[in-house]
T-cell receptor, first 117, second 113 residues
Framework: DAGVTQSPTHLIKTRGQQVTLRCSPKSGHDTVSWYQQALGQGPQFIFQYYEEEERQRGNFPDRFSGHQFPNYSSELNVNALLLGDSALYLC????????????????FGPGTRLTVT | DQQVKQNSPSLSVQEGRISILNCDYTNSMFDYFLWYKKYPAEGPTFLISISSIKDKNEDGRFTVFLNKSAKHLSLHIVPSQPGDSAVYFCAASAKYNFNKFYFGSGTKLNVKP
């Protein structure tokens, strides 16, 4: 079982550009959540996808968008990049129907380090 | 608005002693809490969780205590081992939005041999 995988590992972009990050969930999981972790901070919830729809969203602008594919993999897109978008982007997968008493089912990938110059 | 706070950025403990990591929250609707451990270049890994119907949950060397009236939780690691050196995050969710987790800023634990 490969667990949660993310690509690329590192990425350097210029202000104003667009970026796409990818995530493959753990086998058996159908829900993908994206988090942004700035340096010295905890992960901040961006949004969550289930059944190819955005189910929940955190306090992030519309420049952040996503997609989920029929195989449950997901993409995070960020348009018009700002210097402040530099961060570690984490993907977490879980099973939507698993109860909260099994919250440990949310597994994180290693993240994509995005640097905006 | 930081709804989950970890006010100690770092903690240093001697091997074999107890490590106590603290976490405070402001949202009274939070009723489920988790602790994650994160090593460099890896994603956070789940450690232990607690529901608000309990005030204590234990798993081996790890125990989480919840004080609902104080909106405070703590993670105790006994005995601490050098391999426990990592960044620890607490996270919380509310019943009405249970798949959305709010994270603290983390505490870096260093266990000295």
């Amino acid at each position: 079982d490969a667990g949660v995988t993310q690509s690329p590992t590192h990425l350097i972009k210029t202000r104003g550009q667009q970026v796409t990050l990818r995530c493959s969930p753990k086998s058996g999981h159908d829900t993908v959540s994206w988090y942004q972790q700035a340096l010295g901070q905890g992960p901040q919830f961006i949004f969550q996808y289930y059944e190819e729809e955005e189910r929940q969203r955190g306090n992030f602008p519309d420049r952040f968008s996503g997609h989920q594919f029929p195989n449950y993999s997901s993409e995070l897109n960020v348009n018009a990049l700002l210097l402040g978008d530099s961060a570690l982007y984490l993907c977490a997968s879980s099973s939507f129907l698993i109860g909260r008493d099994r919250g440990y089912e949310q597994y994180f990938g290693p993240g994509t380090r995005l640097t905006v110059t | 608005d930081q709804q989950v706070k970890q006010n100690s950025p770092s903690l240093s403990v001697q091997e074999g002693r107890i490590s106590i990591l603290n976490c405070d929250y402001t949202n009274s609707m939070f009723d489920y809490f988790l602790w994650y451990k994160k090593y460099p270049a890896e994603g956070p890994t789940f450690l232990i969780s607690i529901s608000s119907i309990k005030d204590k949950n234990e798993d081996g060397r790890f125990t989480v205590f919840l004080n609902k009236s104080a909106k405070h939780l703590s993670l105790h690691i006994v005995p601490s081992q050098p391999g426990d050196s990592a960044v620890y995050f607490c996270a919380a969710s509310a019943k009405y939005n249970f798949n959305k987790f709010y994270f603290g800023s983390g505490t870096k634990l260093n266990v000295k041999p």
